[in-house]
């Protein structure tokens, strides 16, 4: 059974800007049409005894061809993005089975430790991994390394017991002086279960129910050969 996706998973960041999507089609539409109707309005209101200058009026309409033709483009380029999205998806089917590395939660099944790939910043002089749980309720907080050196988390809390299994967010915090200069999500691994258009994007539904673009993916292996 197929499940709806609500949203692309985001990765925690505060060095991360977000995009805004795009209304620039929208926009042009709304002003097509008050454009239309301002010239209806105005050739029906105009005075008879001082009807509107003809050069003025050829103009107008020369621009009311202009915005339609730019809408008409519009919609023709939405279409070609729509295409281009699902011949992307068409192409990325064989990722499915597979394991990808990107910044996303990992499924912890209880037993095997997690691997995770941080990237402090350089400069940091303290870095800590924090676990935090589906809720987003830390479970643990690890001092690491200040390297890039990947990282096995053993599945275990602050007091050393083994958690439940489930989805687990890794967040990389530096720090400078004792003041946090960076946290992001550290990528790990986590298996292709399916591939879907998601708007004009094309996303990776992983085993953990995430939904990730197929753009913020840095690796891939075959889970049987464990080979990058």
């Given amino acids: 059974m197929t499940s709806e996706v609500s949203s692309v998973f985001t990765p925690t960041s505060t060095g991360a800007n977000s995009s805004p999507a795009s209304t620039g089609g929208t926009n042009l539409t709304s002003d097509f049409d008050t454009f239309i109707k301002l010239l209806t309005a105005q050739a029906q209101y105009q005075d008879p005894l001082e ?13 009311f061809s202009m915005v339609e033709q730019q809408v008409l483009t519009n919609t023709n380029l939405s279409t070609v993005h729509e295409q281009l999205g699902l011949g992307n998806m068409a192409s990325l089917t064989g990722w499915v089975g597979m394991e990808v590395r990107a910044p996303a939660p990992a499924q912890f099944d209880g037993t095997n430790p997690v691997n995770v790939a941080p990237n402090p910043a350089a400069r940091a002089d303290e870095v800590n991994l924090i676990v935090r749980d589906s809720d987003g309720n830390e479970v643990n907080r690890i001092s690491l390394p200040i390297s890039a050196d990947p990282y096995n988390w053993d599945g275990t809390n602050q007091e050393g017991d083994t958690v439940a299994p489930g989805a687990y967010t890794f967040i990389v915090e530096s720090k ?13 691994y986590t298996d292709v279960t399916e591939t879907r258009m998601q708007g004009s994007d094309v996303v990776l539904i992983t085993e953990t129910g995430t939904a990730i673009l197929a753009s913020s993916v840095t690796a891939l292996r075959d889970p049987n050969t464990e080979e990058a």
């Fill in 176 to 188: 400078i002086d004792g003041e946090v200069v960076l946290a992001e999500t550290a990528e790990v």
């Fill in 51 to 63: 009807p509107m200058d003809n050069t003025e009026y050829a103009s107008q309409l020369a621009e």
